[in-house]
């Protein structure tokens, strides 16, 4: 079965965060009341006509780009006609002969190491109103239709089927998430629909491409993954039993994880596309395009990269950093502030993304800025705290928002640096635990580390860890002798 | 003084010096309507208290401002109005309310003109008789039994019956211009993107064009100053530097260059059409221009490349007419059968023949063939009217090859298309053209003969054909 | 010979017996009659589809107020108030 290959290609509709609609001046307000961002362009009314929004060019442009892909100084628009009832005009206005963007690529990361999809095409679009349907057909036999989403600006991005494996169309999902919110051009959030992804996929045993089926509205990162592992396994299982993959849609069934034939309806789709009359082909400057160039941000591949060559830090570590560009900012400035970078993404990753999951609160609400941070780092560097007492001192501050320092003068938890009373506590545990020792002067040497947690129990962890293990060495010691 | 025979400019004046009130202007015109318009049905829509209300409202003023000032104007009904019905002569569109004003309305009602009305025409301007209004046919005032022309024919007939002063229509293979000449007044379509198209409720996108209907060369003129102009909210509009259409209105023409068309004596023209094409080169030789002969070879593929063109992006634009959001729905067992029911019932013969032809001309394995191809020939026709503009600065032709018929008359839809064989390649080209009026025939119905003039110049067209109609 | 019944169903209509003999001739005749472009060599002509120098003007992204219900419900009774309503697409 293994000789089989999986060849996989995405098309990703990416919604674009401009304020007003691709071709008309209506808000794109997620969640408003239903048909109340709506004017005679985006309902379809006879006699409107559409006009461009440059943000759209402008984010467009800017997603190209950071796809590496060629940006065309001249593309043009289209009309796709089909009959739908949220589709107002009867047709959908799109790029067609010539996109906005084309031929890029990104570098993924994958268990075999960096991997090129190639991305054949980035178009600019307009999207549809949105029906809403309560219960099924035998429930209720109408649609309800809000227009509000009715020309919501869209990119989409078509790839090459370069994607062999359902992690890597994971992957490349998750990386092209990152990568539109670090451009700002779109909130990424799938659920939201912002980010919608269709998945064609075939397997073969040799160099021609076999039947492919599309699956279609996956709504999440973990439906494709899984609407992939089920499509390749599918197909390979009816081309082990003789039969043939049939060029269908399909769906999957969120509760199964199987992918379903849509019903299919004999009804020929022709698109007729043709050029779209009320808008001549949209022209672009070097300039324009080259501004847009300079002005990209690095992106999640070439931060995590720097942040592994400039700061030290643990690749696994600088993966997740980079992720978000909140957390990666947050990081840079906590490092610029402390120069302790190593500690300021341990803490990051333990603690403070601890509390985050567990609150739900995003990196950039958070009282525990880079100047607390850094009189943190300090309270541990002169031995105030332990790195026992840190996690303690980082978490409350977390919750409380007080500063490091007012938690360690509350609670008391300033470090026992004290060898005389450190002593008195050694002298007791040994006391008490007359097994332990006994084992370790016979050369169990490794019972140390029992009667040291004990010493830091009864310090309630404030004893400075160094310190207790010297002063028990040498009491042992003193005992052997 | 009669009223309803001043001219835009004549009237504004009066009524600015006070020497009439608005209210008298509307009741002379009223008295027109109530004379004639059970004949000419030349409305669809049709609000004369409204408009005595606005004339009062328009007296009541101290600051007459407005080159319409007071004007009595009719708008075609596939013209958005503000809260008005807007039908575009079609049932599936009855009882539609407008919730906007298309830009050129905007600019008309800026100017003070009162709309007293939305006229007839031929459905979704598919039509050169106004014969195909889903609603009843209006009739030519020259000659009720003939028809008025189309598809802007009930525009023509009420401003030849003077049920107004002026109107608006559409130009998209030669609507403007084919009325204007039937009913025997003046017609102009703009160069493409001069005027905004916004309001306008597309039949082809690519092609159409609002222009004025008025009852001489200066009104035409007027008109336009208004209406054209760069707008915002039309792609297709083109920003070019405002001018005053009625500048050079009374220049001579002198050492102009105007070319006919050597095609021409390819196609069957009506002996008087003939004689009337001869006397105005008559006309501009005495006037000092000189008429020489030029070739636009393709002339003749015009017709089949306008009737694939125009039904492809018409089956489009009529495809939002499905029901849900305005107009006529005829619900059936599921979407599809609404579908089908409404658009079925809502449009009449001549508009489903289209949105057919145009679904057939773009559908898999027909684009190339069809559209496309018709699309290239349309390059090859542009640019012979670009070359015969390097030798002249104006063409002259009629504007039909024969004079109106009668109602009923046309019976295949072949028949029909070639009515607009001279407007047609104006449109293509996307140039300026104007219709004025040229004698009648034996039958005494008039004859209109049409100038070309070169993109964006309608100051020169407007220049020659003023010419014409005062020095002949 | 056009298959009238996959252009229908494009266009979302239904000719009624009696119209759809005479539109389908009408049809073939008119389309025959574009065969008369055949004749024209377009070879390396590019199509028109635009005006000379066309080309697009670009809107700033700036919100502006839309139409408000009541235009809405001049033309169509809203569904709870809010909501255009049509009957659902078969087997959906």
Not at chain 1, 301 to 319: M, N, P, S, T, V
Not at chain 2, 89 to 103: C, E, H, R
Request: aromatic share 8%; charged share 30%.
């Amino acid at each position: 079965m293994s000789e089989y290959k999986p060849t996989i290609g995405l098309e990703i509709h990416v919604q674009l965060a401009t304020k007003t609609k691709i071709f008309c001046s209506c808000s794109t307000e997620f969640g408003d009341e239903p048909n109340t961002n709506v004017c005679p362009v985006c309902l379809g009314l006879p006699g409107a006509l559409p006009v461009l929004n440059e943000k759209v060019v402008e984010y467009a442009v800017r997603l190209g780009s950071a796809l590496n892909m060629t940006i065309n100084k001249v593309s043009t628009f289209y009309r796709k006609n089909y009959f739908y009832p949220d589709l107002p005009k009867g047709y959908q206005i799109t790029q067609y002969a010539i996109p906005i963007a084309s031929e890029g690529f990104l570098e993924i990361k994958t268990k075999k190491g960096k991997r090129k999809i190639r991305i054949q095409r980035g178009h600019i679009e307009e999207d549809a109103g949105k029906s809403i349907h309560t219960g099924d057909i035998t429930e209720s036999q109408y649609s309800y239709i809000d227009f509000n989403r009715s020309g919501v600006p869209l990119m989409e991005i078509v790839t090459y089927p370069d994607i062999e494996t359902a992690e890597e169309a994971y992957e490349f999902l998750v990386l092209l998430r990152k990568t539109v919110r670090y451009l700002g051009v779109s909130s990424g959030d799938m659920e939201k629909g912002a980010l919608r992804c269709d998945v064609n996929v075939s397997v073969s045993k040799n160099d021609k491409i076999g039947t492919k089926v599309e699956i279609k509205n996956l709504n999440s990162f973990k439906s494709v993954r899984r609407a992939v592992e089920y499509e390749v396994k599918r197909q390979i299982d009816v081309l082990e039993n003789g039969g043939s993959v049939v060029q269908e849609t399909r769906h999957l069934n969120e509760k199964t994880g199987e992918t379903v034939a849509m019903r299919t309806k004999e009804e020929l789709n022709d698109y007729r596309y043709f050029p779209e009359p009320d808008l001549p082909p949209l022209i672009l400057t070097d300039e324009f395009i080259e501004k847009i160039k300079k002005e990209l941000p690095e992106l999640p591949l070439q931060k995590e990269e720097r942040f592994i060559k400039e700061y030290g830090i643990k690749e696994d570590y600088a993966h997740d950093i980079a992720s978000s560009i909140e957390l990666a900012n947050y990081f840079e400035a906590v490092c610029r502030a402390t120069k302790k970078p190593k500690e300021v993404a341990n803490f990051l990753m333990t603690n403070i993304m601890k509390y985050l999951n567990k609150t739900g609160k995003q990196i950039t609400e958070i009282s525990f800025n880079e100047k607390k941070f850094a009189e943190f780092l300090s309270l541990i560097d002169n031995g105030t705290i332990s790195k026992n007492i840190a996690k303690e001192v980082i978490d409350q501050s977390l919750e409380t928002g007080k500063s490091p320092k007012e938690i360690v003068k509350e609670r008391g938890l300033v470090q026992i640096t004290d060898e005389d009373a450190i002593k008195e506590i050694v002298l007791e545990v040994l006391k008490e635990n007359p097994k332990p020792v006994s084992q370790y002067l016979s050369g169990k040497t490794q019972t140390i580390g029992f009667l040291i947690g004990q010493v830091m129990k009864k310090t309630k962890g404030k004893a400075n860890p160094q310190i207790v293990n010297k002063l028990l060495r040498n009491a042992l010691m003193k005992m052997k002798k | 003084m009669d009223i309803t025979e001043l001219s835009i400019s004549q009237l504004v004046k009066n009524i600015k010096s006070g020497e009439i009130s608005v209210k008298e202007v509307m009741k002379s015109y009223i008295e027109n309507i109530n004379k004639k318009e059970s004949k000419i049905k030349a409305f669809i829509h049709l609000d004369i208290d409204n408009a005595l209300k606005k004339a009062e409202e328009l007296d009541r003023m101290r600051e007459k401002n407005g080159v319409l000032f007071g004007v009595p104007f009719a708008v075609k009904d596939n013209i958005n109005v503000l809260n008005t019905e807007t039908t575009a002569g079609s049932k599936i569109l009855k009882g539609y309310i407008s919730p906007y004003d298309a830009t050129a309305v905007e600019k008309v009602k800026k100017e003070n003109a009162i709309i007293i009305g939305k006229t007839n025409m031929d459905e979704f301007a598919m039509g050169s008789s106004t014969e195909n209004s889903a609603f009843f046919p209006t009739h030519n005032p020259v000659n009720v039994e003939y028809v008025p022309g189309g598809s802007s024919g009930g525009s023509a007939a009420a401003v030849k019956s003077k049920e107004v002063l002026a109107a608006l229509g559409s130009d998209t293979g030669g609507s403007v211009r084919e009325p204007a000449s039937f009913c025997g007044i003046v017609g102009l379509k703009p160069t493409y993107g001069l005027v905004s198209r916004y309001g306008l409720i597309a039949f082809s996108s690519s092609l159409d064009q609002i222009g004025p209907l008025a009852r001489n060369v200066e009104d035409a003129a007027v008109l336009l100053n208004v209406i054209a102009g760069f707008d915002s909210r039309d792609e297709t509009s083109v920003n070019i530097e405002k001018k005053d259409y009625t500048a050079l209105l009374g220049k001579e023409i002198k050492g102009k260059k105007i070319g006919i068309i050597k095609e021409i004596t390819d196609f069957d023209l009506q002996q008087e059409i003939k004689s009337a094409l001869n006397k105005t080169v008559d006309t501009l030789n005495k006037l000092q221009a000189e008429v020489i002969e030029v070739s636009i070879p393709h002339l003749k593929y015009a017709l089949p490349v306008y009737y694939i063109i125009a039904p492809s992006e018409a089956s489009a634009n009529l495809a939002r007419f499905d029901g849900v959001r305005y107009g006529l729905i005829r619900e059936g067992n599921n979407l599809k059968e609404t579908y089908q029911l409404t658009r079925t019932e809502g449009f009449g013969e001549e508009v489903k023949r289209r949105i057919l032809i145009g679904t057939f001309a773009l559908s898999s394995g027909y684009y190339d063939a069809y559209y496309l191809k018709a699309s290239k020939v349309r390059r090859i026709i542009a640019n012979e009217f670009e070359n015969a503009f390097k030798k002249v600065d104006a063409l002259l032709l009629p504007t039909t090859a024969t004079t109106a018929f009668k109602i009923g008359e046309k019976k295949s839809p072949l028949e029909m298309y070639a009515t607009d064989i001279f407007t047609i390649p104006v449109n293509l080209a996307g140039l300026p053209a104007i219709s004025i009026p040229s004698g009648n025939d034996k039958k005494g119905l008039p004859i209109g003969m049409q100038l070309i003039g070169k993109w964006f110049k309608e100051e020169e067209l407007l220049q020659i054909a003023y010419s014409i109609e005062n020095g002949g | 010979m056009i298959d009238i019944e996959k252009i229908e169903h494009l266009a979302a209509l239904e000719l009624k017996e009696g119209e759809k003999e005479k539109i389908q001739k009408d049809i073939e005749e008119i389309i025959h009659y574009f065969e008369i472009l055949k004749e024209v060599d377009t070879n390396g002509i590019e199509p028109y589809i635009y005006m000379k120098g066309a080309h697009l003007f670009l809107r700033k992204d700036q919100v502006k107020k839309g139409l408000d219900r009541e235009d809405l419900k001049k033309n169509r009774i809203l569904s709870q108030n809010k909501f255009y309503k049509v009957k659902r697409i078969m087997g959906e």
